[in-house]
């Protein structure tokens, strides 16, 4: 990443209206990752954790990660892309719209890409929408694509 964005207002945010603010280092979505995922939600269905199956019915014989896993690495993956000076909370407002291109395959790795779509005021802070992108590498389609909504307070 050749440039690191700094933001202290509301001013500050909308002008990176429109502007990729970053895009991650790799990060590899091993078995254990899965695994733990599918621990801490119950969801264990075979495609995820059962690698013995995997490797005979799915098509490329491995399994593949949760796309809530995938989508769960936003923040990790994008969270230092802009650096909030004088924040004093920020608040995961949820999300417009997620969909789920291709799959991510155990041993793949992903990364993050984040446009600034819009930032408004909104309850006295910073209502921001952002584009995530997660793509996995050497596919042509990304993992997910998210719109993201956060709200960031900052100190008086």
Not at 13 to 28: I, R
């Amino acid at each position: 990443m050749s440039e690191k964005y700094t933001v202290s207002s509301i001013e500050d945010a909308k002008a990176l209206e429109g502007v990729e603010v970053g895009v991650s280092d790799w990060v590899v979505v091993d078995q254990h990752r899965i695994d733990q995922f599918a621990e801490a939600t119950g969801d264990h269905q075979w495609i995820h954790v059962d690698t013995e199956r995997a490797a005979k019915e799915l098509p490329d014989g491995k399994t593949i990660a949760h796309g809530y896993l995938t989508l769960s690495l936003i923040p990790a993956v994008t969270g230092d892309f802009v650096e909030m000076k004088n924040l004093a909370r920020a608040i995961n407002f949820g999300l417009n719209k997620v969909r789920f291109y291709t799959p991510v395959p155990v041993g793949a790795r992903i990364r993050g890409r984040a446009t600034v779509l819009q930032a408004r005021s909104r309850a006295g802070a910073l209502f921001l929408t952002s584009e995530v992108r997660l793509e996995v590498e050497d596919e042509r389609k990304p993992a997910c694509v998210a719109e993201t909504l956060g709200m960031y307070f900052f100190n008086e």
